[in-house]
């Protein structure tokens, strides 16, 4: 394992969130029938069940003792954590199984190889992501499937930010609680361990009224941003069922390609090549004003 600073403070938080989403009976704990003041498993309850003193779970949990690796397996294993959070916790203790962490600042120049990717695929949208995922390149597919991301400043071309705040980009989401839920779970998964990240305390900072992100931020919630499927729907084809694949530079590893397809054969994979005729003839906007198709002889 390498190891780096690690975030306590951050780490206790996600225990204490961690342990009030069980239940004494889901980790074999014999009902007292005795009222709980806490929700969730009590702090002695999980030092028993990792065969720690509930003096040490404490001080790890008040960001006043670093856990050992034994230890944070065991944490991982009592607290049911998925494989996501696993590596999450593991990041926050300052604790990697794999590569170093990525700079706490992310690049914000794109690789020549994501430009070139960007501009060969016309027939699928693509865009380029950072850890933070603010959107610094994309494809005109993209920018009509999604968003045209060139109407906004560049402190707004964030794709958190624009889910909460743009009205086209909601409206394209099916399921827009679903989406943007997994999309505040990658961005506390991909900041872990960077509570001083002068963009992500930006990004956090324009967010504060946002009371869905703040419901879902303090849960603390964290996914890997790797792939996946989303319904869109779209003014001027319709619905359509995409699957999402992230390619993440090995010059650059902060910065993620994400390139939606549709499934050959399919409705979607028609309506897809549909929208990518459009912005052959018309460009990024294809006929629409905003994100609203216009009337025929209105263009």
């Known amino acids: 394992m390498n190891s780096h600073a690690g975030d306590p403070k951050e780490l206790g938080t996600f225990l204490r969130a961690r342990r009030a989403e069980l239940a004494p009976h889901q980790v074999g704990l014999p009902a007292t029938g005795t009222p709980r003041r806490v929700t969730g498993l009590r702090r002695e309850e999980v ?33 049911r954590l998925s494989a996501d959070q696993r590596t999450y916790l593991l990041g926050l203790a300052g604790r990697t199984p794999t590569d170093p962490p990525a700079p706490a600042t992310a690049t914000t120049r794109v690789t020549e190889l994501g430009h070139r990717l960007l501009a060969q695929l016309t027939t699928y949208p693509a865009l380029v992501l950072t850890d933070a995922m603010d959107v610094l390149a994309w494809n005109p597919l993209a920018a009509t499937l999604l968003t045209d991301f060139a109407l906004r400043p560049e402190h707004q071309r964030n ?51 946002q009371a869905d992100f703040q419901r879902w931020w303090q849960g603390h919630e964290v ?77």
């Open 47 to 79: 030092a028993q069940l990792a065969a720690i003193s509930t003096d040490y779970y404490t001080r790890v949990e008040q960001g006043r003792m670093s856990a050992s690796a034994p230890v944070l397996e065991a944490l991982a294993r009592v607290l």
């Open 159 to 209: 794709y958190v930010w624009l889910l909460f705040n743009d009205p086209a980009l909601r409206a394209r989401y099916c399921d827009w609680d679903s989406g943007a839920r997994s999309c505040v779970a990658y961005l506390r998964m991909n900041t872990a361990g960077r509570a001083d990240d002068p963009r992500l305390r930006g990004l956090l900072t324009q967010m504060a009224g």
């Open 223 to 299: 996914a890997v941003q790797g792939a996946g499927n989303k319904h869109f729907r779209h003014p001027l084809v319709g619905d359509l069922t995409l699957d999402w694949d992230t390619l993440t530079s090995s010059t650059a590893p902060d910065q993620h390609i994400v390139v939606w397809t549709a499934q050959p054969g399919s409705p979607s994979e028609q309506r897809l090549h549909e929208l990518a005729a459009a912005v052959a003839t018309h460009g990024p906007t294809a006929g629409l004003r905003d994100g609203q198709p216009v009337a025929p002889g209105l263009e």
